[in-house]
């Protein structure tokens, strides 16, 4: 199976439409900062509480320049409900400030992207990929379980599991990549106790063959 195939696969196994927070924020904003300051608002959150959080920080700050400029007290109570909401309060004025610094804009490369404090390479890709619509493929928790056990990577490390990828799906498919292995890995390919009985996936699934040979 090709990797527009098993896309196509994972997606139909989904509710229509359905997007992940940050591609909601992509399509609806349409501003890089803005897709950048809620992935750093998402780590170890759920989706629904980064959208709720991002919906208030932006309905008060909208621009670097004006986030650069806030109160942190103010910017942690808008983003309560998030984990570590206080951390990232403190990182994301920082992020502001520093973007504010190199004139206002958001770059649109991964490595000038992660001179910035608190983006790593994740973060980075999902700025790129969902802020600026530039191919790339962001790897979580979810995407890099769902590769391995799809078959596709055999490795330890998101940065290998993103060149695994890359080598797998067409480059002009890379932008669906992380929104439909992140609802698929919520929904169906789960850490724990995978839906293996409704999964579209178990005639590829490198892990389903080995879990039914130990059965």
Partial sequence: MDGREMLRMMKNALAEGEKTALAEVGEKERSPFAVLISTVLS?????????????????RFREPKDLAAAEEGEVAELIRGVGFYRNKAK??????????????????TISELMELPSVGRKTA????????????????????????????AKTKTPEETEAELEKFFEKEDWGEVNNIFV???????????????????TDECRYFQEKRRSD
Avoid at 91 to 108: D, L, M, Q, S
Avoid at 190 to 197: H, L, M
């Fill in 183 to 201: 609802l698929f890995g919520k929904r169906i390919c789960r850490p724990i106790s995978p839906k293996c009985k409704i999964c579209p996936m």
């Fill in 125 to 152: 890709n999902c700025v790129l990929a969902y802020g600026f619509g530039i191919e790339a493929i962001p790897v979580d928790t979810h995407v890099h379980r769902i590769a391995n056990r799809l078959g596709i």
């Fill in 91 to 108: 990182a994301i004025i920082a992020i502001a400030k520093e973007i504010v610094r190199r004139g206002g804009v958001v770059p649109n």
């Fill in 43 to 59: 780590h170890r959150t759920r989706d629904e509480k980064t959208s709720e959080a991002a919906k208030r920080l932006f309905s």
